[in-house]
């Protein structure tokens, strides 16, 4: 007799985690299961397959408040540790860029357009307990008459720190090459004349949107793993691009979706958020982000069993193509490719590198599958999907 194919909802699978019974794997586990046993096995066995990835992630960045005084104040600039903050809000509420430098940065000083401390920074030296300078200025007004603030903070100081980022966990990305005759100094690392290295950013299989490759269970109130606490996907992010060209698979080929996400700070850890300088580009901040995905079906099973084998992107050329806007692929290649060190370009072997850390990706999901699985983080279903680019 044949069996009916299987229909999970959200409500099952949460009743299946309160309960400790569900069955709960990571994503690199997940392509075993599917390659054994075939999708609609895996989609009966499995609940939950979960993702991870730890990059930099330049589109982050943190809302707070920091409190009032007497008399009152207005800010319409704020800094923190002389980094600036966008104070174009409300009397005391800012938001501090991950990618925003400070201005008195000695090494800028020292090295124009060098940059070694920035927001990225100040949310990590926040989550790591230091206090540190705030500074305000205003233009007073009858309601709001201080003019000048200057304090020392830390995070238990202010009174709200929610983690923003308008652009996360990109849906594949290129693979950045420099075909030029000196070296080039990118957000994707510095990169060697004439083709000499490759670098990368992707967590591969364990990438959460290359694990729903078409949106199916992703979307807006999806609760998920975000700087060491948890945080939820508040919609499509910018850049989004689900028109990008896609193999059978529903994977893309080049980068495509993105996150908008958000957190409260208070509830993370500076394991998980990161500040970074990367050499003649500027600060970042590293993202821990992970999504656990349920198994609904077979169909789901399908896409969160794909592999760093089944997985491609494109190599560009940032000596030249990429700052003038020209859009040239130098070549296809998989995630098993870069992962093993080198890749073939233009006819010859190029060392690979990653800015994306899969030790650290792989530890997130790990630890969202132990919260699963000991009943602590329940799946939210999404109020809307991320647009899908279909008609």
Not at 214 to 238: A, E, H, N
Not at 245 to 270: C, F, L, S, Y
């Amino acid at each position: 007799m044949k069996k009916e194919k299987i229909q999970k909802t959200y409500d099952e699978i949460n009743s299946r985690i309160k309960a400790g019974e569900a069955v709960v794997v990571t994503a690199e586990e997940m392509v075993d299961i599917v390659k054994k046993n075939g999708p609609e096995q895996a989609a009966r066995t499995v609940d939950v397959v979960t993702t991870g990835t730890f990059a930099p992630m330049c589109s982050s960045g943190m809302f707070f408040n920091f409190g009032q005084m007497t008399p009152t104040i207005k800010a319409s600039k704020v800094w923190i540790n002389k980094v600036p903050a966008y104070a174009g809000l409300a009397a005391v509420d800012a938001y501090l860029g991950a990618t925003e430098p400070a201005e008195d940065d000695p090494l800028n000083k020292i090295y124009p357009g060098e940059f070694r401390y920035g927001g990225g920074h100040v949310i990590e030296d926040l989550l790591r307990g230091k206090k540190l300078l705030l500074e305000a200025k205003a233009y007073g007004t009858d309601c709001y008459a201080a003019r000048k603030m200057k304090k020392e903070v830390g995070l238990d100081d202010l009174s709200h720190a929610l983690l923003c980022n308008p652009r996360n966990g990109y849906q594949n990305y290129n693979c950045a090459v420099n075909l030029s005759d000196k070296a080039v100094y990118t957000y994707m690392g510095m990169l060697k004349p004439h083709c000499k290295n490759a670098n990368y950013c992707s967590a591969g299989a364990l990438s959460p949107l290359l694990n729903d490759p078409l949106y199916k269970t992703i979307g807006m109130g999806t609760r998920i793993f975000l700087g060491g606490g948890y945080g939820y996907v508040t919609w499509q992010g910018t850049q989004h691009n689900p028109g990008s060209p896609r193999r059978e698979n529903g994977v893309p080929t080049k980068p495509a979706g993105t996150i908008m996400v958000q957190g409260d700070v208070k509830q993370m850890n500076a394991k998980w958020l990161r500040g970074v300088s990367i050499l003649g580009y500027g600060n970042s901040l590293a993202v821990g982000l992970g999504v656990p995905i349920p198994i609904l079906n077979a169909e789901m099973a399908r896409y969160t069993g794909v592999s760093d084998e089944e997985i491609f992107t494109q190599v560009i050329d940032y000596g030249h193509d990429y700052t003038n806007g020209i859009v040239r692929s130098y070549g296809e290649v998989s995630y098993a490719d870069l992962k093993s060190g080198s890749i073939l370009v233009n006819g010859k072997q190029v060392k690979t590198a990653s800015l994306s850390s899969v030790v650290a990706a792989r530890e997130i999901a790990e630890i969202l599958q132990k919260q699963i699985s000991d009943g602590k983080f329940l799946l939210n279903k999404p109020a809307e999907l991320l647009p899908d680019g279909m008609e």
